[in-house]
């Protein structure tokens, strides 16, 4: 049926479900709950005016509670009212599982969110992005604490700018870990007829590995080190200033458990070069890239500096009937 706001709603709640069932041309979200322990599984989701589902929970100081899982479900051409930051799935909190979902035919981003250990997993993010610029089709930013997230057996197809920029840049890509997110993995996925399959913008910890760039018309991973340069005022961390992400994870108490024994990279992270994407490993992929490079604009060798890994990287554009070859 229709509504004016939400189909459903809910807060503070405690191991409730939503199985099945159709929502369309809702005024705002499909599905927006909160609380621990929840499942979205099956349902079909299309034609509101914000996100399909908004789902929250958890306590991130303690690292617990949250859990909650949206599997199965079928999203398409919502976004009609709020083109923009209303995505598939909107996620915020603690060990939240995206599993098995397909998402399409949207103006923005399939996922957005914030939080801690989440898995997102088998989703499928088809014809995303196409009126947008600086977006991913999976978004997250700007922490060092907000990390722990898998994603892996994904595949991310067509996600790219259709219709134009009267103004700007067009820059969009598949995965976008903004603004020094750090400490995610991105294992086994695969990028088809993508602009750009991953960027990590000036972050730390993160493991690229066995994930197949096979069509990539721009470059394959974007790497920069925004930390020093023109975001400094993020992460610098000194007598005289103190810088968001450092006052974060020092309100996380990261020095002490639960954030000293399940993330114990963030012991170093305020004297080990803070502001540069340290401990990168890009390991194992296999690549064909249109037009440029697979790793844009730092080099190999920049990457070890960070004290990264950058090895067993694969160009297959050879295998690949018709695809081109990687300029050299």
């Known amino acids: 049926g229709m509504a004016r706001r939400h189909g459903v709603f809910g807060v503070g709640l405690r191991s409730c479900q939503v199985l099945g069932g159709s929502l369309t041309g809702l005024g705002q979200h499909g599905i927006w709950v909160d609380g621990d322990g929840l499942t979205v599984s099956g349902a079909q989701v299309s034609q509101c005016g914000g996100s399909a589902v908004a789902i929250s929970g958890g306590d991130l100081q303690h690292l617990t509670g949250g859990g909650n899982r949206v599997e199965g479900c079928e999203i398409s051409r919502n976004a009609r009212t709020t083109r923009c930051y209303t995505p598939g799935i ?27 250990d989440g898995v997102f997993q088998d989703n499928h993010f088809l014809r995303l992005l196409y009126e947008v610029s600086d977006s991913g089709a999976w978004d997250s930013d700007r922490s060092w604490t907000r990390r722990g997230h898998t994603l892996s057996n994904n595949t991310f197809e067509s996600c790219k700018n259709t219709v134009g920029m009267t103004l700007g840049y067009l820059h969009v890509v598949a995965i976008y870990f903004d603004d020094m997110l750090s400490g995610n993995q991105v294992v086994n996925n695969t990028f088809l007829d993508v602009e750009v399959a991953i960027l990590i913008g000036g972050g730390r910890d993160t493991l690229i590995a066995n994930n197949r760039f096979l069509d990539v018309h721009r470059w394959g991973i974007i790497i920069d080190n925004r930390g020093s340069t023109w975001d400094a005022y993020l992460c610098e961390y000194n007598s005289t200033f103190v810088g968001r992400l450092p006052q974060e994870i020092i309100a996380m108490h990261y020095e002490r458990p639960p954030y000293s024994t399940k993330y114990p990279n963030l012991a170093v992270t305020l004297y080990k070069h803070p502001c540069l994407p340290w401990g990168l490993s890009i390991v194992r992929n296999t690549y064909c890239v249109h037009d440029d490079k697979f790793l844009h604009p730092v080099s190999e060798a920049s990457v070890a500096k960070w004290g990264g890994v950058f090895e067993a990287n694969v160009n297959v554009c050879s295998s690949l009937p018709g695809a081109p070859r990687e300029p050299s």
């Open 90 to 116: 909107h996620w915020l909190g603690m060990g939240h599982q995206l599993v098995g979902n397909t998402i399409r035919d949207q103006p923005h981003s399939g996922m957005i969110g914030a939080g801690n």
